[in-house]
């Protein structure tokens, strides 16, 4: 399938529509994370409707000192991905037809939760990644917006504008794509020397490392729900603990577990890698409520997101995983 490559909101205006349009946002340099989105896209729009990629490097989400200019720029490839994936066009707009007369004066205010962990790092960024999400919205006209869970703050943050301010449309969150070692896929990848990918791997090792804390915990609450508090409850709380190294049983079952014994397990493999060689300089480790990104207390049940941001050398690298607590379920 080839893609039709669109310049201007005209061109794309002037094309027929039949079935569903869904979007898929993108800042180019395209790789199979987003042939993932592309793909989902095209089922969702199934055979009668469009898929539409957008290519796009926003400067306004790009604060000093950031890799604006460096950011990679690969339309051409871009465009054959998109058409292999099962795209029909790709909306490639110059700076001037997404911000005619320049930068906009009226922008999309994130809000608390966009001064929050990403937000506090790179201020401004989410009141530019909304203003510009807002921007292509309106200018690609969707039934449907695709978006990773890999940016899990800004899904969140786009979820919520679209809900407060009445967009009519539909965001879908697709999961997070990675590397056979557990990397997740980005554009910055590339900027990776092999030393400092392989000391990139302890972001998602670190989450993988809470998550296993994660599941251990509520395995063992559920089996002490299950179990009479009699010597027999503590014996079967022993023997799980036993059959999962990652647990502690009487850990778990007393105050030291819960979210601050999953932050510690994530923690743990981030201190490690900070003594590697390059280093890993964490920005951030969180695990918080996806609704408004705050941290989750002890007490928490539904869904939560593990989260942590991190620097090796010049490459600022994020990652995430979903978990679910209490009676709604163990890790996802």
């Known amino acids: 399938m080839t893609a039709t490559l669109l310049r201007t909101a005209a061109d794309l205006h002037a094309r027929a529509r039949t079935g569903r349009r869904a979007v898929v946002m993108t800042m180019g340099a395209l790789h199979e994370g987003h042939a993932t989105l592309i793909r989902a896209a095209r089922r969702i729009a199934g055979p009668d409707g469009e898929v539409v990629v957008t290519v796009f490097v926003n400067p306004l989400q790009f604060g000093a000192g950031e890799d604006l200019d460096r950011y990679p720029r690969t339309l051409d490839a871009d465009v054959e ?91 879908v969150g697709v999961p997070t794509v990675r590397e056979e070692d557990g990397l997740a896929l980005s554009s910055r990848n590339r900027y990776l020397s092999p030393a400092e990918r392989r000391t990139a791997l302890a972001l998602s090792q670190a989450l993988f490392a809470g998550r296993d804390r994660h599941a251990a915990q509520e395995a063992l609450r559920a089996r002490a729900r299950e179990v009479p508090a009699t010597r027999e409850r503590a014996e079967a709380l022993s023997a799980i603990g036993e059959s999962r190294a ?87």
């Open 246 to 332: 990652a647990a502690d049983a009487h850990a778990v079952a007393t105050t030291a577990g819960g979210p601050a014994a999953i932050r510690a397990a994530a923690r743990l493999v981030l201190d490690e890698a900070a003594r590697l060689d390059p280093p890993l300089r964490m920005d951030y480790l969180a695990l918080v409520d996806p609704s408004d990104f705050t941290e989750i207390g002890d007490d928490f049940t539904g869904e939560a997101v593990l989260a942590v941001a991190a620097r090796v050398g010049a490459t600022r690298l994020i990652d995430n995983i979903p978990l679910t607590f209490g009676n709604l379920g163990a890790a996802s």
């Open 81 to 171: 991905l998109a058409g292999m994936s099962g795209a029909d066009a790709v909306f490639a707009p110059s700076v001037d037809e997404v911000y005619p007369g320049g930068e906009p004066q009226v922008r999309v205010g994130a809000g608390p939760m966009g001064e929050r962990l990403e937000g506090a790092a790179r201020p401004g960024h989410f009141d530019g990644m909304l203003t510009v999400v807002a921007k292509l919205l309106h200018l690609t006209r969707p039934d449907v917006a695709l978006y990773g869970q890999k940016d899990a703050q800004q899904l969140a943050l786009i979820r919520r504008m679209v809900r407060d301010l009445n967009f009519g449309i539909e965001i």
